[in-house]
C-alpha cells in the first residue's frame, strides 16, 4: 500500500514538476519578447520618435499586458504551494508540541513512581535494619 502511494505521489510530483516547467518556460518566453520589443524601441533614434511612438505601441502594450499575466499565473500558483507548505508546518509544530507534552507528562509520571519506590525500599530496609537489631539484642540476651 505504501508502494502504491509513493507511486501516486511520484507521479503527482512529476505531474506539477512539469506544469511548473512549462508555465516559468512560457514565463521566459513572455519576458524575451517583452525585452526584445523595449530593446527595438529604445534603439530608434530619438529625432525618429513621433509623439504618437513616445507612448507605449499596442503591441508593446499588449506583450507587458502578457508577461504580467504570465508572472501572475506562476505567482499564484507558487503562492498557493507556499500556503499550503505553512499549514503543513504550522500542523507538524501542533503535533511536535502536544507530544512535547505527553513526554514531559509520562517523564513526571515516572518520577513520582521512582520517587515512590525509593521510599518503599528506604523503609523496607530500616524495618529490616531494626528487626536484625532487636534479632541480635535477643541472641545477646
Known amino acids: ?59 508593446a502594450e499588449a506583450t507587458v499586458n502578457n508577461v504580467n499575466s504570465l508572472i501572475q499565473r506562476v505567482a499564484g500558483t507558487s503562492l498557493g504551494e507556499i500556503e499550503n507548505l505553512i499549514s503543513e508546518l504550522e500542523g507538524l509544530r501542533d503535533l511536535l508540541h502536544a507530544e512535547g507534552q505527553r513526554v514531559q507528562r509520562e517523564i513526571s509520571g515516572y ?7 525509593m521510599k518503599s525500599t528506604r523503609m523496607i530496609a530500616d524495618n529490616v535494619a531494626q528487626w536484625k537489631r532487636t534479632a541480635d539484642g535477643l541472641r545477646n540476651s
Request: glycine share 4%; no cysteine; charged share 25%.
Open 1 to 59: 500500500m505504501t508502494a502504491i502511494r509513493s507511486e501516486k505521489l511520484e507521479s503527482t510530483e512529476s505531474t506539477e514538476e512539469d506544469s511548473n516547467h512549462a508555465a516559468v518556460s512560457e514565463v521566459e518566453a513572455g519576458i524575451r519578447d517583452f525585452v526584445r520589443n523595449d530593446i527595438a524601441y529604445l534603439r530608434r533614434a530619438p529625432s525618429m520618435l513621433s509623439g504618437s511612438e513616445a507612448q507605449l505601441e499596442p503591441s
Open 111 to 117: 518520577a513520582q513512581l521512582s520517587q515512590a519506590a
